[in-house]
């Protein structure tokens, strides 16, 4: 227990009083976690977010294809839950599913071109924060992308924006 308070009190130390003044982004919170991960050489396990985008437009929707999104989770991340939020429709008939590693394992081909799927819809991702839908750790076991299949009709309009919790395990 002792060990922990230092760990934590160091941790502090590593904080910038601009710190206080503002929020600093993800990207910047887990820069500084992994510094003093690297520093002190323990695991702080904390729960990290990563953020991806989806445009057909921009990443190419053909069906049948599967496009990286340019945003990779590490080795042995167990994922907690995810979301997505379609920014703009998506064409009528093409279905999209998300992945990391295992097809499906964060959204399962799903037709996001419905009526129900308006701007601004938020729809949770497979894991959900629950031992019988987390993905396991041992499922990631290398550094992959989250990827978008289309498994049908060809997609040329939609943006989904998405977020993924995860941790990574030892």
Known sequence: ????????????????????????????????????????????????????????????????????????????????????TIASR???????ALKCEDAGNLLAATDLSIANYTNGTVIRLIPQDTLATVVKGTTIAARCQISATIATTTQANGKMVGWVEYFVSE
Request: charged letters at 15%; one cysteine or more; glycine letters at 12%.
């Open 1 to 84: 227990m002792k060990n922990l308070l230092i760990l934590c009190l160091l941790a502090l130390s590593f904080v910038p009083s601009s710190f206080a003044g503002s929020s600093p982004t993800q990207p910047e919170v887990d820069k500084r976690l992994n510094n003093i991960e690297k520093q002190t050489g323990t695991h702080l396990g904390y729960v990290r977010q990563a953020r991806f985008v989806y445009q057909p437009a921009v990443q190419g929707g053909t069906a049948g294809s599967t496009y990286g999104l340019g945003v990779y989770l590490p080795a042995k991340s167990t994922i907690l839950r995810g979301w997505i």
């Open 90 to 96: 998506f064409d009528a008939g093409g279905t999209v």
